[in-house]
């Protein structure tokens, strides 16, 4: 019996010893492989046990905080402004992972930025409780919630600069989201809330408009379009051009200049009449008036340094920003192509931008022509009230010549004074603007845009509003009748709350 | 001993009285080995105090109010029983006599879930409750049916072991002495069908055959049986979804179809092992609550997060030699019973260690069974108090003689 007895301890001690094997496998070898599979919860579970840091507005407002279950998760996070922040804060969610500011400062909320604070070494060795910084925004809370008023009811979006350090002082699109639910630990709250977000659609309330959605920008475009016209040397606000009802196709009988080669198609201008009516427009009148053929002109003429202005202002690449944005384009058109660089000059055919995009160009008119680093982050801030860190104004180039600025300001203050934006005049503020009215796809009401800053001889506030389809008025929308009003509202705003 | 309990403890800060009481009772059954068996092994309690206060460590780290002070107090009875058994059974041989009756005991204990008083919990129907009290009546049934076992293979081994045919080349017993096997595999299915647990069905199985081989050296009972086993398998695999399931899981157990549900245990089990790694996160430092049933048949994955491969693979090394002096009992015994009462009790605990640690780490398809001494479950320890004490009683009349070098030095590695 010795002998069975022996080979049946063998057989054991060999299982014993494949265990030993296969432990070594999962506990060494392939241990890494494991543990990052994203079912393994412990790593969330630790990051849940942090007090994850506020998000503030500059002037205090508590956009994003933690507050302490009794689950098995310590905190959970909520927005106790609901949606008015969605687009900027993002959300904090168990099932769908984090997004914007949530996601792009998740080191420094979480606390584990790399910087140790003397409050953090503190904790650290008093066994104080794991915290994250705060993070203050550079919005505030009273700009965005006059951009939210503004806009009311319109699909849209409002975006408002501080020209002069690039702090987004607004950003408020409609619809919007709530990120809270989606924050929740009871995943079907979440899973219901976000399935009514549509998530699948290009149109769902969880796409940001005013950073990541480009529109074609219609007029708006023409601000750009005059300041490459002038920065080429080739032309002066006071530069004449023709002034026809329409730009008829080149033909054998009409192969002089206006017209538009390689097509059959006219272009006609807005209103399907010549602009004066003398037969002749000059450069500065033409964006007051919001003239098409003058600009289709110069876009034939000039495309590529327009083409090259747009990205120095931060067309074709997206743009730098505390939170995810989505490309706008200014299109590289070949010569055998050439009405599309007509078209790209008034802001149709290929060219799109982000209402971020269309601030961000008032806002270097308004600087002089520096185009100034978007921010959203002002500072981090520690639990003991000590900033960890801070952004600094920064500048990404010279878009153009300060005396070209000049003079495009004063083609924008004319516009607002005289021309297609009279409706965003301040009583006693100088401000320049420029409407936009561009056709989206057949049968559907035309986007109303407008860009403005102001005061215009010292910028404190540039802002784009797009309101979707013409709002509330349809098909007789105008970028000087619907938008132009809405950002109106915003520079007296900001005007109230800064007191310039 | 004492030293491995005290420190696994501290870090978890057991209640000093626990502390105490274990230490008191400890000493009290090392006492009680000097007198009633002054002779016997004496590594066998040592190393089953240590798995056991590890176990307690581990379990009080997880539920430090309702399991951890639960199991010390099933401990305590189970020490209490350790040595009652001592000193009730002063000779192994005498139990021989009531074989029958506790083959009856056994068998019964083992269909006792099916009755009313049955309870099915986690799916599995092996317990019978009173009131609030649940009790596994397998894991007792488990210590009879082994006595039983050895018993009745002591006195039959000649005619078990009789090839009066040949068949294929090979000596073949009559066929009539397959029935034993054949009653033993009917009751085996009988536990997988009506009692739904796995773990348990496949144990017994595999304990009597080790036991009908190791009485009669006969190949051709294991190859039957082999067969006997592979329908078996295969009836339950085709008969239970939840068979299907398990291996299934076993196969893919990240898969995305059952990482959140039938493999979640099983994936959260493999997670804590893999965040352990060598060193493990430290006692109080991991998350093995987040493994279901980790303070009852997933302990060793909740160890292995906590202290790591070097806490796994000590507690494995602990295992191993006590499984080794067991065998080592089993060989010296001087008579036949003895040696197949201390084979089948020390091999039905490596069964069942083995059956459980390869299903916590993917090596096998998972059947529910507890670790013994580590898992949670006043059953369970105190039959394996039960059975160290009988494997106790049994060193105590093995050749007094030093154990021949060669078998010693391969089981448990050197002298102890």
Not at chain 2, 171 to 182: E, M, N, Q, R, S
Request: contains cysteine.
């Amino acid at each position: 019996m010795e002998r069975q007895i022996r080979r049946v301890g063998i057989g054991l001690i060999v299982a014993f010893i494949a265990v030993f094997a296969q432990l070594n496998y999962i506990q060494i070898f392939a241990a890494e492989r494991i543990a990052e599979n994203p079912a393994n919860s412990r790593a969330l579970l630790r990051e849940y046990s942090i007090k994850r840091g506020d998000i503030l507005t500059l002037d205090g407002e508590r956009v994003a905080e933690s507050t302490a279950t009794t689950g098995r998760y310590k905190y959970r996070r909520t927005y106790p402004l609901g949606e008015l922040y969605g687009h900027i804060t993002g959300f904090y969610s168990i099932v769908y992972g984090k997004t914007r500011i949530e996601a792009s400062m998740d080191d420094e909320l979480l606390g584990d930025s790399g910087v140790l604070s003397m409050q953090e070494i503190q904790d650290k060795f008093l066994g104080g409780g794991d915290q994250g910084d705060d993070v203050r925004l550079t919005i505030h809370s009273r700009l965005q919630e006059a951009a939210q008023r503004a806009l009311g009811n319109n699909k849209g979006a409002v975006v408002a600069i501080d020209p002069q350090t690039g702090e987004v002082r607004a950003l408020w699109d409609n619809p919007a989201f709530d990120p809270t639910p989606l924050a929740s630990f009871d995943a079907k709250e979440a899973k219901v809330y976000w399935n009514s977000l549509d998530p699948q659609s290009p149109l769902s309330p969880l796409i940001s408009k005013a950073t990541s959605r480009a529109y074609p920008p219609g007029s708006t475009m023409k601000v750009l379009t005059a300041a490459a016209a002038l920065e080429s040397g080739q032309y002066t606000p006071k530069s004449t051009f023709p002034d026809p009802d329409a730009i008829e196709p080149c033909s054998k009988t009409n192969n002089e200049p206006p017209c538009m080669p390689l097509t059959n198609q006219s272009l006609t201008n807005f209103t399907h009449r010549a602009c004066t009516g003398t037969g002749q427009i000059d450069l500065f009148t033409a964006l007051r008036i919001s003239c098409d053929t003058t600009f289709a002109l110069i876009g034939l003429d000039i495309h590529d340094e327009i083409k090259k202005m747009a990205e120095a202002v931060g067309f074709n690449e997206p743009l730098q920003f505390d939170v995810g944005t989505e490309a706008s384009t200014y299109p590289d058109v070949p010569d055998d192509n050439a009405p599309f660089r007509a078209y790209a000059a008034i802001g149709q055919g290929d060219a799109a931008a982000t209402p971020l995009q269309m601030a961000l160009l008032a806002a270097t008119v308004a600087n002089d022509g520096e185009v100034p680093r978007l921010r959203l982050v002002r500072e981090v801030i520690d639990s003991g009230g000590g900033i960890v860190q801070r952004t600094d104004p920064e500048t990404t180039g010279q878009a153009m010549s300060a005396q070209t600025a000049q003079e495009i300001t004063d083609m924008m203050v004319a516009v607002v004074e005289s021309g297609t934006g009279i409706a965003a005049q301040i009583p006693g503020v100088k401000v320049a603007g420029k409407t936009g009215t561009a056709q989206t796809v057949e049968g559907q009401n035309p986007h109303a845009w407008f860009i403005a800053f102001a005061p215009a001889d010292d910028p404190q506030i540039a802002v784009a509003v797009i309101v979707e389809n013409g709002g509330s008025f349809g098909s007789e929308a105008t970028g000087g009748a619907v938008a132009a009003p809405i950002a109106k509202l915003i520079m007296e705003a900001d005007r109230q709350i800064r007191g310039w | 001993m004492l030293v491995a309990l005290a420190r696994d403890s501290d870090k978890v800060g057991l209640a000093v009285p626990f502390i105490v009481f274990l230490t008191v009772f400890y000493i009290a059954a090392h006492f009680a080995v000097r007198k009633f068996a002054p002779q016997a092994d004496p590594l066998i309690l040592p190393l089953a105090a240590i798995l056991n206060a590890i176990g307690l460590a581990a379990i009080y780290r997880l539920s430090p109010k309702e399991f951890g002070p639960a199991q010390v107090t099933w401990t305590l009875v189970g020490i209490a029983l350790f040595i009652a058994t001592l000193a009730f059974v002063r000779d192994y041989r005498t139990l021989a006599r009531y074989k029958y009756t506790l083959g009856f005991i056994g068998v019964g204990l083992l269909l006792l879930p099916m009755s009313p008083i049955g309870k099915t919990i986690n799916g599995a129907r092996l317990w019978v409750g009173v009131g609030s009290f649940a009790f596994q009546p397998g894991e007792i049934a488990k210590v009879c049916l082994v006595i039983f076992f050895a018993a009745y293979l002591a006195e039959r081994k000649e005619l078990l072991a009789i090839a009066s045919r040949r068949i294929a080349g090979f000596h073949v017993p009559d066929l009539k002495h397959f029935g034993p096997l054949l009653v033993m595999w009917s009751l085996s299915l009988a536990v997988m069908f009506f009692e739904k647990d796995l773990g348990s069905s496949l144990l017994f199985f595999t304990i009597f055959l080790a036991m009908l081989y190791i009485a009669t050296a006969r190949i051709v009972y294991m190859a039957f049986g082999g067969v006997l086993f592979s329908i078996g398998s295969y009836i339950g695999y085709e008969t239970f979804s939840h068979v299907q399931q398990r291996v299934q899981v076993w196969f893919d157990v990240f898969d995305q179809r059952y990482i959140q549900d039938e493999g979640y245990q099983l994936a959260q089990s493999l997670f804590a092992l893999a965040t352990g790694g060598l060193f493990g996160t430290g006692l109080g430092q991991g998350r093995p609550d987040i493994i279901p049933a980790a303070h009852t048949d997933f302990i060793f994955a909740a160890i292995g997060e906590e202290l790591g491969l070097l806490g796994t693979a000590g507690v494995l090394v602990c295992f191993m030699l006590l499984v080794a002096r067991g065998l080592r009992i089993a060989m010296r015994s001087r008579d036949d019973f003895g040696k197949l009462l201390a084979a089948g009790l020390i091999i039905s605990f490596a069964v069942q260690t083995i059956i459980i640690l390869a299903g916590v780490t993917r090596l096998l398809p998972l059947t529910g069974i507890t670790l013994p001494f580590m898992s949670y479950g006043g059953s369970s320890l105190l039959s394996n108090f039960i059975l160290i004490a009988l494997l106790i009683r049994i060193s105590q009349d093995i050749s007094g003689a030093p154990a021949p070098a060669e078998t010693s030095e391969i089981l448990i590695g050197g002298r102890g």
